[in-house]
């Protein structure tokens, strides 16, 4: 599908909404890129999947995804070859957790949604590795539960502080030593229990000088009489470190073991999520199955804007069967750019798995092609007015459409003289149809409303006009020839009637 038509019809727009439904940032980006299909088995399977989603959603539950770009990450760090921290395994270990919740929930609704629990059979399970992280780890910290060694190392740990830290109290509490000390208190420093000494008497402590403050007023000392225990916690806090080390590179390794079955769930996680985001957006434009065809045939039934809310006016449209050609008529402001979006996008949507805005007595087509010319083309940088402009993008349609493509053209023939304009827009037409293009067009020139008028191809349709506001109604009328209401308009803004004689007479002649 042509970029230029995903932007033109606001489809680039549809599927920001429907990326916000997603919750991993994959799934999201590939929503954004996702490629409608043309293949009616394929893009009914989507319909089936987005109808299940819809199923469980009424039922209002909650689907448990959970945001996997940190998993992303972890088990690419694991393939680098790193040992994962104690938080990042507990973050694995919710994933896995959360992959058995997913796969029961499916289970359980397998009745509303066969498809997608077929789907959900798929997600492996790694109950043992996610009980095992979290019998290892508490708060972010390996347990003492992980290993004899590493409880034994702990326990030593704590032996050779209390040891040391009852020597420094001693220390402390002994009157003699008051006026040496400058806080009454064990200071940690450097990963050794000390006590801060005035910097006037540190030569007169038996110890290690371990480190100053700042402003060298204070002096933090090993005593000599704790050197054998701090060297021997240290050991203990080694042996500690080292056994931890291990009991996380183990952890890290059974991971590894099973990344490849990891990294194939995940993808059946995201193929999920991406139909549930689809589900969730359907449900919130109250989209409706309708009826879906290859052969070229739209009849929507009060299909509406999905962009517009509630002040989109229902559209009633039907071609393709009998006639290949629509061309709609009527004043500027009418709505006709709308419609021609409307059908655009809704066939998009649909070509993508959405339900659509619409009655469910609705008919629509898929198309290889949907091929587009809305808007200005002006182009100052390549001296290109708006007409070279459209003349420039419809030689391109011209160039692929076929008997599987879908046409919309805004105003065509428009920015030249108008009858020149008439004959190219009526010429081109006249080719679409032929090879069996569908086509709507818009246009206010009266040779090419008389040209659809004359033509078996071809059907009128014309936007609704309200005589006593002077305002548009929005409302597209089948088989129906809009007027521009030039002359209406200008007698209700009161010009005078000899100038509108005059300006009758120059237009019959």
Do not use: C
């Not at 590894?256 to 969730?280: D, M, P, R, W, Y």
């Not at 659509?356 to 898929?366: C, D, G, N, V």
């Amino acid at each position: 599908m042509k970029t230029q038509a995903i932007e033109q019809t606001q489809f680039n727009e549809i599927k920001e909404h429907i990326s916000s439904f997603a919750v991993s940032k994959t799934v999201k980006e590939r929503i954004i890129n996702f490629k409608t299909s043309h293949n009616l088995e394929e893009v009914l399977n989507y319909q089936k999947e987005t109808g299940e989603a819809l199923a469980i959603l009424k039922t209002n539950q909650s689907f448990p995804f959970m945001a996997s770009e940190q998993i992303d990450r972890l088990f690419q760090k694991i393939e680098d070859g790193y040992v994962l921290e104690a938080k990042e395994l507990v973050e694995i270990a919710d994933f896995l957790k959360s992959i058995r919740r997913l796969k029961e929930f499916f289970q359980k609704n397998q009745e509303l949604a066969p498809i997608l629990a077929g789907y959900a059979t798929k997600l492996q399970g790694f109950r043992s590795i996610e009980e095992t992280i979290h019998l290892s780890i508490k708060n972010n910290q390996v347990t003492s539960v992980a290993s004899r060694d590493l409880k034994k190392a702990r326990q030593n740990i704590q032996k050779y502080k209390a040891d040391i830290s009852d020597k420094l109290h001693k220390f402390i509490n002994n009157a003699a030593n008051k006026s040496k000390i400058q806080e009454f208190l064990v200071i940690e420093r450097d990963g050794i229990l000390t006590v801060p000494i005035k910097s006037s008497f540190k030569h007169s402590v038996k110890g290690r000088i371990i480190s100053e403050s700042g402003k060298g007023s204070t002096s933090y000392i090993e005593l000599e009489n704790t050197r054998d225990l701090n060297q021997k916690l240290q050991m203990a806090q080694a042996e500690e470190m080292s056994i931890t080390y291990q009991i996380l590179a183990k952890l890290t390794e059974e991971i590894a073991q099973e990344l490849n079955s990891l990294n194939e769930t995940i993808q059946t996680i995201f193929k999920l999520e991406l139909i549930v985001a689809k589900g969730k957006y359907s449900h919130e434009i109250d989209g409706q199955k309708v009826n879906i065809n290859q052969d070229g045939y739209i009849h929507l039934v009060n299909g509406k804007h999905p962009l517009l809310g509630e002040k989109a006016i229902p559209l009633t449209i039907e071609l393709g069967n009998k006639h290949r050609g629509l061309v709609i008529t009527g004043p500027n402001s009418g709505g006709k750019t709308v419609v021609l979006k409307t059908v655009g996008l809704l066939t998009l949507m649909t070509m993508m798995g959405i339900y659509i805005p619409a009655e469910t007595t609705s008919h629509i087509s898929l198309f290889k092609h949907i091929l587009v010319d809305i808007g200005d083309y002006q182009d100052f940088d390549n001296a290109l007015s708006t007409f070279s402009g459209h003349m420039n993008n419809m030689g391109n349609i011209l160039n692929i459409a076929d008997n599987h493509s879908l046409v919309l053209v805004d105003e065509i023939g428009s920015g030249t003289e108008p009858t020149e304009g008439a004959a190219l827009a009526i010429a081109m037409l006249e080719n679409l149809v032929k090879r069996g293009t569908v086509v709507l067009a818009s246009t206010h020139y009266g040779e090419i409303k008389d040209f659809a008028t004359e033509k078996t191809d071809f059907i009128t349709a014309a936007m609704a006009f309200d005589a006593q506001t002077l305002q548009p109604k929005y409302q597209l009328l089948m088989n129906a020839i809009g007027e521009s209401n030039g002359f209406f308009i200008a007698r209700k803004m009161k010009i005078q009637e000899d100038i509108l004689a005059r300006a009758t007479h120059y237009l019959e002649k």
